[in-house]
């Protein structure tokens, strides 16, 4: 039988079902449907409890990557719960009192904890930071900018004095969204000096974490005042542990390449934005890494290629890509005219990206492939048809121009300036020169570095075994769930 005929026999047997029977499907689906949606409800506040319960048997067995593993959880809470729930939970453990002695009934049965379970959790500042940050998250999700600030302000002031190193983990996240709301109030830069101290005390400690969070803080700081020198002068002078957060190397490898790219190292920027594209979440930070192809396109421009189409072809991004794929076109075609068009059309879009300035450096790159295209389809042209095509001022402009161009080897040809005119001469053939080999040795270094980096990012787990034991075995979670949630972290690394 054919699928055709199938799929025919399906559709007649169900349209011969009675009117009845489709409306009691219809009643049961929509039974089951709130029967499901009950039940997430419900899960919700369990999983958060097996949240807790985890982060806790982490801290108490001094598992410092349990408690970063436990953490990726946060964002799935973030999403699924409300302000006024996490405003509860954040209540329960204040950052300037004690932990209630007795919980009300109706919080104890919402969200499943007892008393002297939130006591117990109150001698844990990892669980508290974390119900307060989770808090904060909400606040700056809700737009309550002001507010966040304030809560993380007193919770940076709180864990500042705390050394434990189950902490390095949260204390990153919770100097990030305070650097967050800093920077939508207006204040990272006022507050530069705060996280320079803080960046000091993480290294004492050998919070690398930490430090590696405060860094790219501070470099952003920079950045976004354009105070680029500085910014590279710090980069210069400090050293960043690269196996310990690949979205905090990631992050850091893009604004390297950002500073790269203003000073005009365009080689080493390219390389530094195609290791942070890389080494980018694929799945998530959809803003990130639309950020760095937005600058990788542009430096690829300015070192003199082209960029792959597929690369604006992306569902996800495309629409977002759209002015910079009229640009890459302008710069191909040489068309200086159409160039102008759409630096000036989109000169909004530009400046919010803070790529306007790179961009305006296109100029020249515009001319060259012009006159690429000229050299290769003209053996002798007047400089008066360069100008016309070009769309250039002036036949004196553009006798600068090409000879600027014959000097830095873009066109192998001679001007006669007596009768204006451009005569190319005889094209060689290039597997005689050097080229082949150059660009063959810039592949195989491209290799042999990207095999250096993934054997650098490794990770083996741990064998060593604890003999520290939980008291409680009832209402807790044993050693076997954080092994298993390990292993099931470096799966997923190793994959």
């Known amino acids: ?90 209540s329960l453990l204040p950052l300037d009192a004690a932990p209630p002695q007795v919980l009300p009934p109706e919080i104890e049965k919402k969200y499943r904890l007892s008393s002297h379970r939130v006591r117990d959790y109150g001698n844990m500042p990892e669980i508290q930071t974390v119900l307060h940050l989770l808090h904060a998250m909400k606040l700056l999700d809700s737009h309550n900018d002001k507010e966040a600030f304030n809560r993380m302000g007193k919770l940076i002031e709180k864990i500042r004095d705390i050394n434990r190193r189950t902490l390095d983990s949260i204390n990153s996240r919770a100097y990030y969204f305070y650097a967050i709301s800093c920077e939508r109030l207006g204040l990272l830069q006022t507050k530069r000096g705060e996280f320079f101290a803080a960046h000091r005390t993480a290294c004492l400690r050998m919070d690398q974490i930490s430090q590696v969070t405060l860094l790219n803080i501070i470099l952003r700081s920079y950045i976004n005042v354009n105070e680029y020198e500085p910014a590279r002068n710090l980069i210069s002078k400090t050293s960043f542990p690269e196996n310990v957060s690949n979205s905090q190397y990631s992050r850091y490898l893009y604004y390297n390449g950002r500073i790269k790219a203003v000073q005009l190292e365009y080689s080493e920027a390219e390389t530094k934005l195609i290791q942070a594209l890389r080494k980018a979440p694929q799945a998530s930070a959809k803003g990130f890494r639309l950020q760095v192809i937005k600058l990788k396109t542009i430096v690829e421009l300015l070192t003199g290629q082209i960029p792959e189409r597929t690369v604006f072809s992306q569902s996800d991004i495309r629409k977002e890509l759209t002015p910079y794929f009229l640009i890459t076109q302008s710069v191909r075609s040489g068309n200086l005219k159409s160039f102008g068009e759409v630096l000036d059309k989109y000169a909004d879009i530009f400046i919010a990206d803070k790529n306007y300035s790179l961009i305006q450096r296109l100029r020249h790159n515009v001319i060259k492939f012009g006159l690429r295209k000229i050299f290769l389809s003209y053996s002798r042209i007047s400089l008066v048809d360069i100008c016309k095509k070009l769309h250039l001022d002036s036949v004196a402009e553009t006798e600068y121009i090409v000879a600027k161009a014959i000097r830095d080897g873009v066109l192998d040809a001679t001007i006669n300036h007596e009768e204006q005119y451009l005569q190319t001469k005889q094209l060689i053939d290039v597997y005689s020169t050097n080229e082949p080999q150059n660009t063959f040795n810039r592949r195989i270094t491209f290799c042999l570095n990207l095999h250096n980096e993934a054997v650098k990012a490794l990770e083996y787990p741990k064998k060593e075994e604890k003999s520290e034991k939980i008291p409680d075995k009832k209402d807790t979670v044993g050693v076997e769930d954080i092994g298993d949630l390990m292993k099931e972290d470096f799966d997923q690394t190793i994959s």
Do not use: C, H
């Not at 007649?12 to 409800?41: A, G, L, Q, T």
């Open 1 to 90: 039988v054919s699928t055709q005929s199938t799929w025919d026999y399906q559709l007649v047997m169900e349209s011969s079902k009675p009117m009845e029977d489709v409306k009691s499907e219809k009643k049961d689906s929509k039974e089951e449907e709130k029967k499901e949606v009950k039940k997430e409800e419900k899960n919700i506040y369990v999983e958060f409890k097996r949240f807790l319960k985890l982060l806790a048997t982490a801290v108490n067995l001094k598992e410092i990557r349990a408690v970063a593993t436990v953490l990726k959880s946060l964002g799935e809470f973030r999403k699924t719960w409300t302000l006024a729930d996490t405003a509860e939970l954040s």
